[in-house]
């Protein structure tokens, strides 16, 4: 006799993680905010927005919204000095994820 699986559906608050999860894997995904996210990691500290904009040869404009999506759902945090922003990685477990996958630690 085969088991059946059950029906129910899953809590509310499972759902609301996997959708969380599934929305920071997403974002991870697009490969600017990937190269943004190994740097930041490489960095092993803060980077300025310039800066990475620098490194990708890519607008200044360009990169804060890819660090505004990456904030926004909590996988960077920044600090200000005067005019600039300086960004690093949180210990989110999405973005351990991601680094395990690119084979780098985090």
Do not use: C, W
Request: glycine share 6%; hydrophobic share 50%; charged share 25%.
């Amino acid at each position: 006799m085969t088991k059946r699986r059950p029906t129910s559906t899953p809590p509310a608050t499972a759902r609301a993680n996997v959708d969380a999860l599934a929305d920071k894997l997403v974002a991870l995904g697009g490969r600017t905010r990937l190269r943004i996210v190994l740097l930041l990691n490489e960095s092993r500290g803060e980077v300025a927005v310039k800066d990475i904009a620098a490194a990708f040869g890519i607008a200044v404009s360009a990169v804060s919204q890819h660090l505004s999506k990456l904030k926004a759902l909590g996988l960077v945090t920044f600090t200000r000095d005067d005019q600039s922003r300086f960004y690093r990685l949180t210990d989110d477990p999405a973005t351990a994820a991601v680094l395990a996958l690119a084979g780098v630690a985090a």
